[in-house]
């Protein structure tokens, strides 16, 4: 596995973990109230930073490589 993968799983799995004890906190306060908007905007946080990273490693990777090539 490469980088990348290794780091979208974690993250993946980061996320899905902040997200189910978001989701618990909420369910214990009130098991009848849906998402907050505080849930929605930690969520949506992550899948940016998680996006800018990704982004980042292969926009690294593509400039490596383009300045590698000789002609």
């Known amino acids: 596995m490469n980088k990348i993968t290794e780091l979208s799983i ?3 799995l980061h996320l899905q973990a ?3 004890r978001a ?3 909420l369910a214990a306060q009130d098991p009848e109230q849906g ?3 505080a849930e929605t905007a930690v969520i949506i946080a992550m899948v940016v ?3 800018v990273t990704v982004i ?3 926009g690294k990777k593509v400039i490596d490589k ?3 090539i000789s002609f």
Request: glycine share 0%; no cysteine.
């Open 35 to 37: 998402s907050s908007s």
């Open 18 to 20: 902040v997200r189910a």
């Open 49 to 51: 930073l998680l996006a």
């Open 56 to 58: 980042t490693i292969i």
């Open 66 to 68: 383009a300045e590698s």
């Open 10 to 12: 974690t993250a993946y």
């Open 23 to 25: 989701a618990e906190q």
